[in-house]
């Protein structure tokens, strides 16, 4: 019985409570509004999450744009058909400077407006880096040269989206080393 009296009671009381605050006419000062807003750091932690963004990623392009004719030259190669054994060790060179591009991509700082882009490069890289492992681990099966020749491209037209949002956020590589 105590139980159930204490269940009952509380909540009641507490009502009784405000009521008679409000009744008695009971008033909580307003809050003043501040006439200026208040400054935060988050500005400068953006720029200073960009600039190191900016640092880290733009090497990661420099060698995308390195390794990229070659990624063009296997899938050629692949077209042209034969004996894919011939391109083993460029396979395996091509398929480990990925691996490299790649850690650098995981080591990125984080910047909100990069995330995207990041991502994006992370999936591209991947897929093909386990393609060529794929052709590699076998490149004289009657199958690799397909598969070399379908290697699929970096560029997307979703990654493309992804670069422009995060330029115009301000990701740039003129002013990094």
């Known amino acids: 019985m105590s139980f159930f009296f204490r269940r009952f009671t509380t909540p009641l009381a507490a009502m009784v409570a405000a009521a008679l605050l409000v009744a008695c006419g009971a008033q909580v000062a307003?809050?003043?509004?501040?006439?200026?807003?208040?400054?935060?750091?988050?500005?400068v932690v953006d720029a200073e999450a960009r600039l190191a963004f900016n640092a880290a990623i733009c090497p990661?392009?420099?060698?995308?744009?390195e390794i990229d004719?070659?990624?063009?030259?296997?899938?050629g190669a692949g077209a042209q058909g034969g004996d894919m054994s011939l391109h083993a060790t460029e396979i395996s060179a091509i398929e480990n400077e990925l691996g490299l591009l790649l850690d650098d991509l995981e080591a990125l700082p984080e910047w909100s407006s990069g995330a995207t882009l990041r991502h994006l490069l992370i999936t591209a890289l991947h897929g093909i880096r386990a393609r060529l492992l794929s052709i590699g681990g076998d490149p004289g099966a009657s199958t690799a040269a397909d598969e070399l020749a379908n290697l699929p491209f970096i560029a997307s037209d979703e990654m493309d989206l992804a670069m422009q949002g995060a330029v115009q956020s301000g990701l740039t590589c003129e002013d990094t080393p």
């Open 30 to 43: 307003p809050t003043p509004i501040p006439s200026a807003p208040v400054r935060t750091a988050a500005p």
């Open 69 to 75: 004719p070659r990624l063009a030259a296997m899938r």
């Open 60 to 65: 990661v392009f420099t060698g995308i744009i």
